[in-house]
């Protein structure tokens, strides 16, 4: 009885050791440049980490997921496209990270094909019936990304870039920028943007802006999702306050995703997982994006893998895997 009161004294204190030794860790969160979607979303995560007792650092990086992949750094983020890309060294990626692991979604994020309001364009069939003579935003060279959204959205409706007149941009700040100049007739722009809403002010006199509404039917979809495997086509109301939306259109979301990397500690991606999934209030209060975050959503289907830690809490809070 002696032995087995010290067998079970000296496995309690292992594992105290074991939850001091993750506390006490400092770990990497890699985001974006300041005021970017990974940043702000690093921050957020960061703090209520650090109020959970696990000691996160941000660090601004660009491009980081071959350092996550090679654990380099603990935790980032990617769009579940990218991700899913960057796995396979396939799109915008010509080299697999084959150990990249999802943490699980943060929010999802939503996006899709602007033009002028006054080209009377509102549908994906509006838009093909003017292809030769419209300019649309291309290469986007800081964000190679970008053109795999616009060009899902573009197949949707038959078509491809080479329908167009191609205008370089640098980002997708400036292919907002330029559809707000005059430059572009047609550019990627997220749901309530500031440079969305920017652009919605200056073309006033056009009418403002329009989301270009996908075609929602099986056919649609499967056109859509050779470019954008992660991605959904969602029905958005109309609604006057939200740029885009005089009319109802059919727009694009992908989920915006936490990753890790195959030998991050079990312990420490649960134990990160439940924080956010359960501090969600903290975390939008941070970050106003995180208003979208549905726990039970957190762990779609994904063509990566979940951190077996992640994959311990969903099993532990009853959040379903793959649907």
Known sequence: MKTLKRTIAAGL???????????????????????????????????VANDVGIVARTQPLVGYLPLLDSGEIDFGFSNGVEAEYALTGTGNYDRATPNLRLVGVMFPLRTGIMVPADTGIATISDLKAQTGKLRIA????????????????????????????????????????????????????????GAGKEAEVKLQGRGGLQYVSLDNSPEGLAAFKKFL?????????????????????????????????????????????????ENNEALKASFGAFGAAKKEAMAPASKVAYHPGALRYFKEAGIPVGN
């Open 138 to 193: 291309s290469e986007y060279t800081s964000s190679t990304i970008i053109p795999y959204y616009i060009g899902g959205a573009l197949a949707n409706g038959g078509m491809t870039y080479d329908d167009f007149q191609k205008v370089p941009v640098a980002s997708f700040v400036a292919g907002i920028h330029a559809l707000g100049d005059g430059l572009v007739d047609i550019a990627l722009v997220s749901l309530n943007a």
């Open 229 to 277: 495997p992660a991605g959904d086509i969602i029905s958005m109301p109309q609604n006057d306050n939200i740029p885009g939306l005089k009319k109802a259109a059919n727009i694009i979301q992908i989920p915006w995703m936490m990753l890790t990397h195959a030998k991050a500690d079990e312990e420490l991606v649960y134990r990160m997982t439940k924080a956010i999934a």
């Open 13 to 47: 204190a292992a594992l105290a050791l074991s939850a001091t030794a993750v506390s006490a860790q400092v770990v990497t969160i890699a985001t974006g440049a300041q005021g970017s979607l990974a940043y702000n979303s690093g921050q957020a995560v960061a703090k």
